[in-house]
């Protein structure tokens, strides 16, 4: 197998050395755009025969889908012609980038001049050069969905419809870090285990029954002797087996109520995380202060400015409950450093360092059953995980890459 890198400041010359090689018709798809539930695999049996292209056409309602790409026009068993770009489409016939071609395109490909609007050499104008040459071009009726990627925008529609045409295939593992939680682990395990696939307790060498109860529930446990908070999380989200990895907390602070936001919201992002600043759904007694929750909307601000080209929006840095694709968590997985509350802020930085999506939801937050929070019960250690937070925020901020 050999390949030509086609490059857009050469992409006349390259692409002609490219349709050089080739001794007979081939078929090519623009890098730049997506198809889903298509009939391309009918392609493989079409006898292009004399015709020197073949070009994939689908019928759209959207004629602002054919303003950003070509339009056709179908004469006689053929295309009549074709317009790049154009302003007023006449028909619905968008033209995409799936195409069957002879080598000897690129005879009109070097006859080209560039176009005026663009300032390069248009294929469509090429194919249009070759009808006004008398050449033949057939149509291939293409069906299914269709997407040009040229925005982000574009990419996360193509993502969201990828994703949610058949989203209840994919399998859903709810990742809980335990340390002496026997108290409260059984309520949250009962909650969650009728909505997904997996509960995963990762028992961070507790002293108590946190173990015996997680199993008694009908969980998966994994007991491992790890550094802290965010190694927990991070062992848990190694071996949990769901495609889409939820962290939920063993304090039963949070509730499966909450679990279809997030995974409605998955739909459009790489991950999806609550936020516990929502005052009407924060629970009279829960462990959201008036400081600690303003000192979280602070440093979340924080985080929007530091980040400011990709416009997150975030007002909780510290709220553990969030949903993260298992793809998008091994992207991040070697930039992980964090071994205690850090992990969290630092997981979100890293999904916006990777220009992954990142999008917060409000969830409801109530008090804890039994014990005290490690990280945030009294004020020393608010501001002891708040350092912690800052110092890593600050540093990732100084990293490259």
């Known amino acids: 197998m050999s390949y030509v890198r086609i490059r857009r400041s050469d992409w006349r010359r390259d692409c002609c050395l490219a349709l050089d090689r080739f001794k007979a018709p081939f078929v090519t798809i623009l890098g730049d755009e997506i198809y889903l539930d298509t009939n391309h695999v009918d392609i493989l049996t079409l006898d292009i025969g004399s015709a020197i292209a073949a070009c994939g056409v689908m019928r759209t309602k959207d004629k602002r889908q054919i303003r950003k790409n070509y339009s056709v026009e179908i004469a006689d068993g053929?295309?009549?012609?074709?317009?790049?770009?154009?302003?007023?489409?006449?028909?619905?016939l968008l033209g995409v980038g799936t195409y069957v071609l002879q080598p000897r395109i690129a005879d009109w490909i070097r006859k080209t001049p560039p176009s005026s609007r663009s300032g390069r050499v248009e294929f469509t104008d090429a194919l249009m050069r070759a009808i006004e040459g008398g050449e033949r071009i057939l149509s291939i009726s293409?069906?299914?969905?269709?997407?040009?990627?040229?925005?982000?925008e574009d990419y996360n529609d193509a993502n969201y419809a990828a994703r949610d045409r058949n989203f209840e295939r994919y399998k859903v593992s709810v990742v809980i870090p335990a340390y002496n939680e026997e108290e409260s682990l059984g309520y949250v395990i009962d909650d969650f285990?009728?909505?997904?696939?997996e509960v995963?307790?990762?028992?961070?060498?507790?002293?108590?029954?946190?173990?015996d109860v997680a199993r008694d529930h009908g969980a998966r446990v994994e007991t491992v002797a790890l550094k802290g908070y965010g190694d927990t999380i991070e062992h848990g989200l190694d071996q949990a087996a769901g495609d889409i990895?939820?962290?939920?907390?063993?304090?039963?602070?949070?509730?499966?109520?909450?679990l279809g936001k997030l995974l409605e919201y998955l739909k459009d992002a790489d991950m999806a995380i609550g936020t516990r600043t929502t005052r009407q759904m924060v629970e009279q007694g829960s462990n959201m202060r008036g400081l600690l929750r303003w000192g979280n909307v602070v440093v979340g601000k924080l985080v929007e400015v530091l980040w400011w080209g990709q416009e997150p929006r975030f007002t909780d840095v510290g709220c553990t409950y969030r949903a993260i694709w298992k793809e998008a968590w091994f992207k991040i997985r070697d930039r992980m450093e964090g071994v205690g509350p850090e992990f969290s802020p630092e997981m979100m930085i890293e999904?916006?360092?990777?220009?992954?999506?990142?999008?917060?939801?409000?969830?409801?937050?109530?008090?804890?059953?039994?014990?005290?929070?490690?990280?945030?019960?009294?004020?020393?250690?608010i501001s002891r995980t708040a350092l912690r937070m800052l110092k890593t925020i600050m540093r990732k901020r100084l990293l490259r890459g």
């Open 351 to 381: 999904i916006l360092r990777t220009r992954q999506r990142v999008l917060e939801i409000p969830v409801s937050y109530y008090p804890r059953v039994g014990g005290e929070s490690k990280h945030s019960d009294n004020y020393w250690k």
């Open 193 to 197: 285990r009728p909505h997904i696939d």
């Open 200 to 211: 995963l307790v990762v028992n961070n060498s507790s002293k108590d029954r946190t173990a």
């Open 142 to 152: 293409l069906t299914g969905q269709y997407f040009n990627i040229n925005t982000m």
């Open 245 to 258: 990895l939820v962290v939920v907390e063993a304090d039963h602070s949070f509730r499966a109520k909450d």
């Open 78 to 92: 053929g295309i009549a012609g074709v317009m790049e770009k154009p302003v007023a489409p006449r028909s619905d």
